[in-house]
């Protein structure tokens, strides 16, 4: 499994995509880097020993066993003649871009007619997961982004603003999971069903030189460090105070 390094390219997309779906200012960013984290997990609910199945205990291990039931009926329905013989749970449904989109769907039209209740509750679900591989502080961020929101217009502005990207920030997560998993050994089939080279769940991968193993040295030593790195650098100000110190700071003259 590769949890942390799924939720930390998530933090990573999200503080790199708000501004690109309207998300302007730095407390909101917060908030959008810290759901699309936890939800850049949440496709491998297909995998019952994977974060997003034990987060709930019975509950989100029901969630999973429907998940990958519904991904194997859909596999034999729908695989084409080329595609190989397996169960089609883990990495099928749940790691597929109309799943993605499903899901993010879902989150708007979920906070639009359900209110703030529904947007806490999913917010909530997202820093969870986050939080669960990556520590506490990200927990901690979205609700310090939250409260800076709530402070500065009140609750129900607030949450009505969280609702309006909650869709984007779902959806952006689930799409990062599944890129990085497009370029372990495994490969992806996010493209489905679009029939390619006689398979509906064709697994999506680089040259075989660019992909790696889950968990093993390249992802501990090299990719996971590189995306702390752009963490830092992607946090709202951080940027412009390192360009400011390096470019345009000058000594002061006695």
């Given amino acids: 499994m590769m949890g942390r390094t799924h939720a930390l390219t998530g933090w990573c997309a999200?503080?790199?995509?708000?501004?690109?779906?309207?998300?302007?200012?730095?407390?909101?960013?917060?908030?959008?880097?810290?759901v699309t984290a936890g939800f850049a997990l949440l496709p491998d609910l297909d995998h019952p020993g994977a974060t997003a199945t034990r987060l709930l205990g019975w509950f989100t291990r029901s969630v999973s066993w429907l998940l990958r039931k519904s991904s194997a009926r859909l596999y034999e329905a729908t695989k084409g003649p080329r595609d190989e013989r397996c169960t089609g749970t883990h990495r099928h449904l749940s790691h597929t871009v109309l799943f993605a989109f499903a899901l993010g769907g879902a989150a708007a039209v979920g906070a639009a007619v359900g209110g703030p209740w529904v947007v806490l509750g999913v917010v909530a679900l997202g820093l969870l997961l986050a939080a669960a591989v990556l520590g506490d502080w990200v927990l901690l961020a979205g609700l310090a982004g939250g409260g800076w929101m709530a402070a500065h217009t009140d609750a129900v502005a607030a949450l009505a603003e969280v609702g309006g990207f909650l869709g984007a920030a779902v959806a952006l997560?689930?799409?990062?999971?599944?890129?990085?998993?497009?370029?372990?050994?495994?490969?992806?089939?996010?493209?489905?069903?679009l029939l390619i080279a006689g398979e509906t769940w064709y697994?999506?991968?680089?040259?075989?030189?660019?992909?790696?193993?889950?968990?093993?040295?390249?992802?501990?030593?090299?990719?996971?460090?590189?995306?702390?790195?752009?963490?830092?650098?992607l946090a709202p100000g951080v940027a412009e105070t390192i360009r400011h110190v390096a470019f345009d700071w000058q000594p002061s003259r006695v």
């Fill in 173 to 193: 997560g689930c799409i990062v999971h599944d890129l990085g998993d497009a370029i372990t050994e495994a490969g992806c089939p996010f493209l489905f069903p």
């Fill in 14 to 34: 999200g503080l790199a995509a708000a501004p690109l779906v309207g998300v302007a200012t730095g407390a909101p960013q917060v908030v959008f880097a810290a």
């Fill in 203 to 233: 697994e999506i991968r680089p040259p075989r030189w660019l992909r790696f193993r889950t968990g093993k040295a390249f992802e501990q030593m090299v990719v996971f460090p590189a995306f702390v790195v752009l963490a830092v650098w």
